[in-house]
């Protein structure tokens, strides 16, 4: 069974930057997958944050990062990564990457889920 594992998370201030990664196991069959970063915070839906196509032509961010957030992968280490800047407490949440045939924003559509890694932003 496919294993995804983020890491990069921590504690930041208001507008400074983080950086996640996401590197999927096993690594041959990474390039098959679009790969999307969602967010869930206390007692909130879990939300649509970033993706990327198998060939990253295809990028979608939500508008409340569009601008702040680079989405990329890089196919040789198994990764994608999440670049975040000018980060907000309202971006406070755990992130969760997920993987599927194309880059959808709904959850449903994905069936594979890292653990999650806190992401918290203080004022």
């Known amino acids: 069974q496919p294993r995804l594992v983020e890491s990069g998370g921590g504690l930041v201030q208001a507008g400074g930057s983080l950086r996640l990664s996401c590197t999927y196991y096993?690594?041959?069959?990474?390039?098959?997958?679009?790969v999307a970063w969602f967010r869930q915070a206390p007692g909130n839906e879990r939300q649509f944050v970033a993706a990327?196509?198998?060939?990253?032509?295809?990028?979608r961010y939500s508008d409340s990062v569009k601008g702040r957030f680079t989405i990329s992968r890089d196919n040789a280490k198994n990764t994608v990564y999440l670049q975040m800047n000018n980060l907000k407490p309202e971006d406070t949440a755990v992130y969760y990457c997920a993987a599927s045939p194309l880059p959808y924003d709904n959850p449903r559509h994905y069936g594979y889920w890292g653990q999650g890694t806190q992401v918290t932003v203080s004022s």
């Open positions: 990327v196509s198998r060939t990253a032509e295809d990028n």
């Open positions: 096993p690594g041959h069959t990474f390039r098959t997958f679009a």
